[in-house]
C-alpha cells in the first residue's frame, strides 16, 4: 500500500494491464480509463465535492499505527498525523480475505469523503469500495454497498441497519452480513461519548396523540413565574442581610435562592462576590449535616427543588398547593395510596359486583392522576433545566438535541420519556405523537458483535481503562512523526464570566494583529453567539461553527489558518479536517487555540489543543476559567472560592497557578467518573436485553429463511406441550381437553384412563402427535381447497410460473396474505402456502410479542428504581423479573403460533356468516423513526397491505361483505368501479 501510494505521489498517471474489475470501475469512474488493453489512472479524482491530487505517502510512524490497528487495538495519535492514511494500511490487508471490512465515521460528510479520497488506492488493487451514508435503508443498493470489500459508513447507520435486517419480512428485505472487522474513526467520540444512549428504532402508539403537554403547560409556566419571582425577592433579602452584616440569615435566603433556581444569572454573578459563595457553602453545610435533615427548613419555601448534579426536579407542597388551586381542585397531582384503598374497599359490605366497579374507578383516577404526574413533572424539568441553544436547538419549527460533546445537531434523536415533548410544548412548536420501542441496541453491543475491532483518534489515554473493561481495547500511543512544538500554557482563571469574555475578546485582537490565525473553542451554541456579537462590536472578521451552521463545517475549519483568521467553534471533537498553516503563519508564531471554558472531558480540551502543532507546525494553546463556568461551580472545591477571597482579588485581575489547574482536573476526573458509571450501568442493563435478543433474533432468522422451519415447529410443539402440562398439572381430564381445545384448537385423542395412567415426557408426546396430526390435516385442507382453482392457474400462467401469488389465510381474526411462489406451488401440489404461512405466522407472532416485551422491559427498568429506596440494587431485580419476563413472552409466543396455525383456513364461500376479521399490517421498516434516545420521535404508519383475494366457485354480490375483511359492503371496497 506504501508503494502504491509513493506511486501515485511521484506520477500523473499509473498505467497497469487492464481486467474486468478495471473495465468496469472506467465506466463509472472518471480517474481511470481504457485504452486498448491498458487501465490509465489519473493521480487526481473527486472527494468531498474537491478535487483532490494524490501527494502523500506513508511515514514510518504511520506502518506503526497501521499494525496497531490490524492487531485489533486503538492507536492514539494526535491531530494532523494522518489518521485516515494510516486506516489504508490494515483496512487494505484485511479487506483481502474479503469477509468485508467496516470503516466507521462519526458524521456522514467524512464516511462519503473518506470512502472518495481513499477508495482508488483500494480499487487499484481490484477491491470493491461503497459507502452506506449514500444510498436508501433497505435497499438493494444497500445491500450492494455491504457485500463490498470495503464499506464506509456512520456508526447511527451501522447499527439502525442491524436493527432493520431484525424487523425484516423477507430474505432479501436484508443488507447487513457477517460482523467481521471494523476500524472505528473517532472511536472515543463514538464507543464512549455516543455510547451513552442507545440506537432505537420506534413506531406510532395507540392513542399517540393523546398527550397533556399543551393542556398543562400554562400551568407550569405560571409555576416557574412565582418560583423566578420569589427567588428575585430572596436574592434580593439576602443581599440587604449580608451587607448588614446577618450572615445567618442572609446565608439561608442565599442557600434557598440557590436550591431554587441554581442557573440563575444574578445569582451566579453575586456568588462571585468576594466571600459569598463561601458563605454559602457553609450555609450548605449545616443544612446537609445529619443526612439533609434539616433541608425541609430551606425547601418548604419553594415551589419546586432542583439539584443540578443528580439532574433531577421535585416538586414541594407548597408548588402541589400551587397547581391546586390554579385548577381549583384539592389534591389535584397528588397520587391515591391505592394499595390501602383497595385494602378497605375489601372489608367494605359491598356486593361483590359493586366492588369490582369501584375498584375499575379506583384504578381509573390513579391512571389518570399518574399520567398528570408524569406529564407536570417533565414540564417542569423542561422549564427549569433545560435552556434553549444550549441543550437544544430550535430549528424548522422543531426542537433539536445538541451534542454536548461535539456541539453538532443530532438528527432523528430524542429525549425520552415525554421529556421531548414537553420541550416541544414550552418553544411552543408542534408537540410530536408518542411511541413505542419497535427495536433497540446500544452501540457497545453493537460494536462487540465484530469478530475484530480496532480504532483510531487522537484522545485515547485517558479513557484507557473502560476501552479495556467495557470492549478489551488496549490503547497504544503512537509517536508524532515530528516534535510537538506548540505551547500549552497554563489556565487564566478569573472570578466572573465578565471578566473572563473580556480578556478573551483582548486576546483574541492581540494574536489577530500579530498576523496569527485564532480557533476559540465554545461549549454552546449560546456563548459562540455571545462572542460572536462581542467580535463584531471590536469589528474582527470572523467565522461561526455550530450546531447552526454544521453543513459548511469543512470548508470554514480547512480557511482556519489563514493569516489574521478567527474562527469560533462549538466544542472541535471529530471534525476531520486539518487546519495548515502558511509559511507567513508559522512564521508569526502558528495557529492559536483559546478556549473559552473548561469542558466535562479531558479528552475535548485534548482535542481542541491538538488543532495547532500538527507535523511539528508552531502553535499556542490557553484555556480562559471563570468560577462561574458550570464545571467550576458544580464540581470545583470550594478551596478555590476560598483562596481567591483571601488573596484579595479584585475587577479584572487573574490567577494562573498550576495548584489552580490540578484542582479544575480534579473536577474533570469527577465528572469523567460520573459519566462512566453512567455508560457501565446503561450496558449491563442492556446486557440483559441482549441475552433475550439474541434467542429471539435467532428465532426469527430461521424463521424468516425457512430454511429449518419443520425443526423451529417441532421445538414449539414440545415447548407448549412441557408447558402446558406443568401450567395444568393435576387438573380432571374434562378439564385438561377443554383448555387444550381453548388454546390451540386441537381435542386430544387419548381417552381419560390414557390421561391419569400417563405421565411426563410420555404425555407431551402423545400432546405432541396430536397438534401434529391436526398441523398436517390443516394443511392439506388448505391445499384441497385451493387445487381445483390452482390447476387452471397454472395453465394460464404457464410462462409465469416464477412469480408469486398471494393467498389469503385466516384463523377467524386475524387475515393474512400469504406472498407464495407458483412453481413451488404447483411442485409440492399446494403444499408450499402452509409452509410459507407457517413461516409468516412465526415471525410476525414474535414481533409483536417482542414490541409487547421491549415496552413492558421499559416499565420494568423504570419501576425498578424505586428499589433502592428499599437499599437494594434495581439492576439485581431488573434482571430476576425481566427473565420472568421473558420466559412469559416465550410461552406466549409458542401458544399464539400454534394457535393460528391450527385454526387457519382460507376464507371461501361463507364471507356472510365470517365475523370481521383485521389484517395483519406489515411494518414498512423505512418508515419507522430510528433515533438515539429512548421513545423516539412520530414515526409514519405502517403502510396497510390491501390483500387479494382468490376468488373461487362463488360469485361475490354487489353488496356482501368485501372478502378483504374491511367490513364494507363489495361495491364501496375492492368491488368499486366493477
Not at 414540564?379 to 441543550?391: H, N, P, S, T, V
Not at 483510531?456 to 497504544?476: H, N, P, Q, R
Not at 478567527?566 to 512564521?587: S, Y
Request: glycine share 6%; hydrophobic share 35%.
Amino acid at each position: 500500500m506504501k508503494d502504491t501510494a509513493r506511486r501515485f505521489a511521484q506520477n500523473e498517471t499509473v498505467e497497469v494491464t487492464a481486467n474486468d474489475f478495471d473495465r468496469n470501475l472506467a465506466a463509472q469512474k472518471e480517474f481511470v480509463t481504457i485504452e486498448g488493453d491498458k487501465a490509465i489512472y489519473q493521480n487526481h479524482w473527486l472527494a468531498g465535492g474537491n478535487d483532490l491530487k494524490w501527494d502523500m505517502v506513508h511515514y514510518d510512524v504511520q506502518l506503526f499505527g497501521g499494525v496497531v490497528l490490524h492487531k485489533g487495538k486503538i492507536a492514539e495519535m494526535a491531530t494532523g498525523e494522518g489518521k485516515t492514511l494510516v486506516a489504508t494500511l490494515p483496512v487494505f490487508l484485511n479487506a483481502l480475505a474479503r469477509k468485508g471490512v467496516h470503516v466507521v465515521t462519526v458524521n456522514n460528510y467524512l464516511a462519503k469523503r473518506d470512502s472518495e479520497w481513499m477508495g482508488p488506492m483500494y480499487q487499484f488493487h481490484g477491491l470493491s469500495v461503497a459507502c452506506i451514508d449514500d444510498t436508501q435503508p433497505n435497499s438493494e443498493a444497500r445491500r450492494r454497498a455491504y457485500m463490498a470489500d470495503i464499506t464506509f459508513g456512520t456508526n447511527n447507520e451501522y447499527g439502525f441497519d442491524y436493527l432493520r435486517d431484525n424487523m425484516a419480512s423477507s430474505p432479501s428485505d436484508l443488507v447487513q452480513r457477517k460482523h467481521h472487522f471494523a476500524i472505528v474513526d473517532e472511536v472515543d467520540s463514538v464507543l464512549i461519548d455516543d455510547a451513552r444512549t442507545p440506537l432505537i428504532i420506534s413506531g406510532p402508539v395507540p392513542k399517540g396523540d393523546d398527550q397533556l403537554f399543551e393542556e398543562y403547560r400554562p400551568a407550569i409556566e405560571h409555576l416557574y413565574t412565582l418560583q423566578k419571582n420569589l427567588v428575585t425577592s430572596l436574592l434580593a433579602e439576602a443581599r440587604k442581610l449580608i451587607a448588614d452584616g446577618n450572615e445567618v440569615d442572609g446565608g439561608v435566603k442565599l442557600y434557598r435562592t440557590h436550591k431554587g433556581l441554581p442557573k440563575y444569572k444574578p445569582l451566579i454573578k453575586f456568588l462571585s462576590e468576594q466571600g459569598v459563595k463561601v458563605l454559602m457553602q457553609k450555609t450548605e453545610n449545616i443544612y446537609m449535616q445529619d443526612n439533609n435533615r434539616r433541608m425541609p427548613e430551606i425547601t418548604d419555601e419553594l415551589y419546586f427543588v432542583i439539584d443540578e448534579k443528580l439532574n433531577t426536579v421535585e416538586l414541594t407542597d407548597k408548588g402541589h398547593e400551587a397547581l391546586s388551586n390554579y385548577f381549583n381542585e384539592d389534591g389535584f397531582f397528588v397520587l391515591p395510596d391505592i394499595g390501602s384503598e383497595v385494602a378497605e374497599l375489601e372489608k367494605s359490605n359491598l356486593s361483590a359486583e359493586e366492588r369490582v366497579q369501584k375498584r375499575d374507578a379506583m384504578i381509573n383516577e390513579y391512571s389518570i392522576k399518574s399520567e398528570r404526574v408524569h406529564t407536570v413533572h417533565q414540564l417542569l424539568k423542561a422549564y427549569a433545566m433545560f435552556e434553549k441553544d444550549i441543550e437544544y436547538v430550535v430549528m424548522d419549527n422543531k426542537v433539536k438535541i445538541v451534542d454536548e460533546q461535539t456541539g453538532r445537531i443530532l438528527e432523528g434523536r430524542r429525549y425520552s420519556d415525554g421529556l421531548h415533548q414537553a420541550i416541544e410544548a414550552k418553544e411552543r412548536v408542534k408537540v410530536e405523537a408518542a411511541t413505542q420501542t419497535f427495536a433497540t441496541i446500544t452501540l457497545q453491543n453493537y460494536f462487540r458483535m465484530y469478530h475484530k475491532l480496532a480504532g483510531m483518534t487522537g484522545t485515547a489515554e485517558t479513557e484507557a481503562s473502560e476501552f479495556w473493561s467495557i470492549y478489551k481495547l488496549d490503547v497504544v500511543v503512537i509517536p508524532t512523526n515530528r516534535p510537538i512544538l506548540r505551547d500549552d500554557r497554563q489556565d487564566l482563571i478569573y472570578k466572573t464570566k465578565r471578566e473572563k469574555y473580556n480578556a478573551v475578546i483582548d486576546e483574541v485582537v492581540k494574536l489577530v494583529e500579530a498576523g496569527r490565525p485564532v480557533l476559540v473553542g465554545t461549549t454552546s451554541v449560546e456563548i459562540s453567539e455571545l462572542l460572536s456579537r462581542m467580535l463584531k462590536i471590536r469589528g474582527i472578521k470572523h467565522n461561526v461553527l455550530n450546531a447552526k451552521q454544521h453543513a459548511l463545517e469543512a470548508q470554514v475549519v480547512a480557511e482556519a489558518g489563514r493569516s489574521g483568521q478567527v474562527t469560533i467553534a462549538t466544542n472541535m471533537a471529530g471534525r476531520g479536517t486539518d487546519i495548515k498553516l502558511t509559511p507567513e503563519v508559522k512564521e508569526a508564531g502558528g495557529l492559536a487555540i483559546i478556549g473559552t471554558e473548561r469542558h466535562e472531558s479531558r479528552r475535548v480540551d485534548r482535542q481542541l489543543r491538538g488543532r495547532a502543532g500538527r507535523q511539528g507546525d508552531p502553535g499556542s494553546s490557553q484555556f480562559f476559567v471563570s468560577l462561574e463556568d458550570d464545571l467550576m461551580r458544580l464540581f470545583g472545591s470550594g478551596r478555590i472560592a476560598a483562596m481567591m477571597d483571601r488573596m484579595g482579588h479584585k475587577e479584572g485581575d487573574v490567577i494562573q497557578s498550576g495548584m489552580m489547574s490540578k484542582a479544575i482536573e480534579r473536577a474533570q476526573k469527577k465528572v469523567e467518573e460520573n459519566h462512566f458509571g453512567t455508560r457501565k450501568r446503561l450496558l449491563e442493563y442492556d446486557d440483559v436485553m441482549n441475552s433475550q435478543r439474541e434467542v429471539i433474533y435467532s428465532r426469527r432468522r430461521n424463521a424468516l429463511y425457512c430454511e429449518r422451519i419443520e425443526i423451529d415447529l417441532n421445538n414449539i410443539m414440545y415447548d407448549y406441550a412441557a408447558n402446558f402440562i406443568e401450567t395444568h398439572e393435576g387438573i380432571e381430564y374434562d378439564d385438561f381437553r377443554f383448555e387444550m381445545i381453548r388454546e390451540v384448537a386441537v381435542e386430544p385423542t387419548f381417552d381419560a384412563a390414557t390421561y391419569e395412567a400417563t405421565k411426563g415426557d410420555a404425555l407431551v408426546e402423545l400432546i405432541v402427535k396430536d397438534i401434529k396430526a391436526h398441523y398436517a390435516r390443516r394443511a392439506k385442507m388448505v391445499a384441497d381447497t385451493v387445487r381445483p382453482v390452482m390447476e387452471r392457474v397454472y395453465e394460464e400462467r404457464k410462462d409465469q410460473l416464477d412469480s408469486r401469488m398471494y393467498f389469503p389465510l385466516t384463523d377467524g381474526h386475524l387475515g393474512y396474505n400469504v406472498p407464495v411462489n407458483l412453481l413451488k406451488c404447483k411442485e409440492s401440489d399446494g403444499a408450499e402456502i402452509f409452509r410459507v404461512f407457517s413461516k409468516v405466522v412465526m415471525f410476525t407472532t414474535i414481533d409483536d410479542a417482542w414490541r409487547e416485551h421491549l415496552r413492558e422491559m421499559d416499565d420494568l427498568r423504570q419501576s425498578v428504581q424505586n428499589a433502592t429506596y428499599e437499599q437494594k440494587d434495581p439492576l439485581l431485580i431488573y434482571k430476576f423479573e425481566s427473565f420472568g419476563l421473558f420466559q412469559k413472552m416465550l410461552t406466549k409466543v409458542n401458544r399464539d403460533t400454534l394457535a393460528i396455525l391450527c385454526k387457519a383456513y382460507i376464507p371461501v364461500g361463507e364471507q356472510k356468516q365470517e365475523p370481521q376479521r383485521k389484517h395483519q399490517a406489515k411494518v414498512d421498516v423505512n418508515k419507522l423513526q430510528a433515533s438515539r434516545m429512548q421513545a423516539a420521535a412520530q414515526a409514519g404508519q405502517g403502510d396497510k397491505q390491501k390483500p387479494m383475494p382468490l376468488h373461487v366457485e362463488k360469485k361475490i354480490g354487489r353488496n356482501d361483505p368485501c372478502p378483504c375483511g374491511s367490513g364494507k359492503k363489495y361495491k364501496q371496497c375492492h368491488g368499486k368501479g366493477l
